[in-house]
């Protein structure tokens, strides 16, 4: 088992392709765009994840193409890296996933089962969906889910905190699980358990850690309307072991591409199976309220700030080195400044400003920043 396909190779599914290689595999990834995988392929590619130029250039048994044939013979074992997108009910959109799907059950049925792995976010329950369609057409689908953040994704993807196989049945989980132990440079705990279980644990993992930086950041409101300093508070708490100092500090809403989608995602399966996701919601209006409160302590401390005299932002993703900007609430909180009348400078990298003005126009004045 030394060659492995990898279905979507976007800024996730490139780097976990370059992990793989890096662990001794042949990787064939599939994408639609051309002029992107031939970027791939002449090793000319330019993205701002770190270290994934350096790895590229440095790989030798990573290719990539358009045809999803070639992918298909080229191994047993394919990882599905799609994009997926929040509805606006919270449950996850498919449609990369669903295409895809049609596309391989328009080629002839296999001969011998494969494995196709879902790795991409789904909603709990869509995993079994694709078993049941797939089933008569030679495919055992798994569900392995990962944990990353952007800006340090190779870096998770070598070292996690945990890998977790929603397995089908044993021996499929047992591929996985070596595939894991040979590319880990780290030894995590590994849980193998059934897709649905993978499922429910990707999101609640996720939607544990929101919960956190909401209670944080609403623990630190009452402290600053209390007249105090949220800091020594959440770092005295953040010292018990049952608690701990990860993502309990103080500062913006969560945002990214992730931690809300997930959210999200949590509430509306909670909610399809009749649950009422009490705590999921408190935590999106949690996140919400604090944006508002935090604009409330601006006009309050800025209340007779000369608007012509600028206020500079030297970071307005969703988090800073990095050049994401959905769901920031750094942004927001910007654009909501910027819109009463402030003269607002946003500092950043290129490509951060090149997404911004194409949806504030001239809201902002722009500085270029190398990150």
């Given at each position: 088992?030394?060659?492995?396909?990898?279905?979507?190779?976007?800024?996730?599914?490139?780097?976990?392709?370059?992990t793989?290689?890096?662990?001794?595999?042949?990787?064939?990834?599939?994408?639609?765009?051309?002029?992107?995988?031939?970027?791939?392929?002449?090793?000319?590619?330019?993205?701002?994840?770190k270290?994934?130029?350096?790895?590229?250039?440095?790989?030798?048994n990573?290719?990539a193409?358009?045809?999803?044939?070639?992918?298909?013979?080229?191994?047993?074992?394919?990882?599905?890296?799609?994009?997926?997108?929040s509805?606006p009910?919270?449950?996850?959109?498919?449609?990369?996933?669903?295409?895809?799907l049609?596309?391989?059950?328009?080629?002839?049925?296999?001969?011998?089962?494969?494995?196709?792995?879902?790795?991409?976010?789904?909603?709990?329950?869509?995993?079994n969906?694709?078993?049941d369609?797939?089933?008569?057409?030679?495919?055992?689908?798994?569900?392995?889910?990962?944990?990353?953040?952007?800006?340090?994704?190779?870096?998770?993807?070598?070292?996690?905190?945990?890998v977790?196989?929603?397995?089908?049945n044993?021996?499929?989980?047992?591929?996985?699980?070596?595939?894991?132990?040979?590319?880990?440079?780290?030894?995590?705990?590994?849980?193998?358990?059934?897709?649905?279980?993978?499922?429910?644990?990707?999101?609640?993992?996720?939607?544990?850690?929101?919960?956190?930086?909401?209670?944080?950041?609403?623990?630190?409101?009452?402290?600053?309307?209390?007249?105090?300093?949220?800091?020594?508070?959440?770092?005295?708490?953040?010292?018990?072991?049952?608690i701990?100092?990860?993502?309990?500090?103080?500062?913006?809403?969560?945002?990214?591409?992730?931690?809300?989608?997930?959210?999200r995602a949590?509430s509306y399966?909670?909610?399809?199976?009749?649950?009422?996701?009490?705590?999921?919601?408190a935590?999106?209006r949690?996140?919400?309220?604090?944006?508002?409160?935090?604009?409330?302590?601006?006009f309050q401390?800025y209340?007779?700030w000369?608007?012509?005299?600028?206020?500079?932002?030297?970071?307005?993703?969703?988090?800073?080195?990095?050049?994401i900007?959905?769901?920031?609430?750094?942004?927001?909180?910007?654009?909501?400044?910027?819109?009463?009348?402030y003269?607002?400078?946003?500092?950043?990298?290129?490509?951060?400003i090149?997404?911004?003005?194409?949806?504030?126009?001239?809201?902002?004045?722009y500085?270029?920043?190398?990150?």
């Amino acid at each position: 088992m030394k060659n492995i396909g990898v279905i979507g190779i976007g800024r996730l599914g490139l780097c976990f392709s370059l992990t793989l290689e890096r662990g001794g595999y042949n990787v064939l990834g599939l994408d639609i765009n051309e002029d992107y995988v031939k970027s791939i392929n002449d090793k000319t590619l330019n993205s701002y994840e770190k270290d994934v130029n350096n790895y590229l250039k440095k790989s030798k048994n990573l290719k990539a193409t358009t045809d999803l044939k070639k992918v298909i013979d080229f191994a047993d074992i394919f990882f599905v890296t799609l994009r997926t997108e929040s509805l606006p009910s919270g449950k996850y959109d498919h449609s990369q996933v669903e295409t895809f799907l049609e596309r391989l059950i328009s080629l002839e049925k296999l001969e011998n089962p494969k494995d196709l792995v879902i790795c991409c976010n789904v909603c709990p329950g869509y995993s079994n969906e694709i078993q049941d369609r797939l089933k008569e057409y030679n495919y055992i689908v798994s569900f392995n889910p990962e944990w990353v953040a952007q800006g340090t994704i190779l870096y998770n993807q070598a070292y996690p905190d945990l890998v977790v196989i929603g397995e089908d049945n044993k021996e499929v989980g047992d591929k996985i699980e070596k595939i894991y132990k040979n590319v880990c440079l780290n030894d995590p705990p590994i849980h193998r358990m059934d897709r649905l279980s993978g499922e429910i644990t990707k999101v609640g993992l996720n939607c544990f850690l929101t919960t956190k930086i909401s209670y944080a950041n609403m623990l630190g409101d009452i402290a600053i309307k209390s007249g105090v300093d949220p800091e020594p508070i959440l770092a005295a708490i953040g010292e018990d072991t049952r608690i701990n100092s990860k993502y309990f500090k103080y500062g913006f809403g969560y945002g990214g591409p992730c931690f809300p989608r997930d959210t999200r995602a949590l509430s509306y399966y909670s909610e399809k199976i009749g649950l009422p996701p009490s705590i999921v919601q408190a935590v999106m209006r949690t996140n919400l309220d604090h944006l508002d409160f935090q604009l409330e302590q601006f006009f309050q401390n800025y209340r007779d700030w000369d608007t012509n005299e600028p206020i500079v932002f030297d970071s307005i993703t969703y988090k800073p080195g990095i050049v994401i900007v959905e769901e920031s609430q750094q942004l927001a909180y910007a654009v909501y400044i910027a819109k009463e009348g402030y003269k607002v400078i946003i500092r950043e990298h290129p490509e951060v400003i090149k997404q911004v003005k194409e949806k504030f126009g001239d809201l902002f004045i722009y500085e270029e920043k190398k990150i």
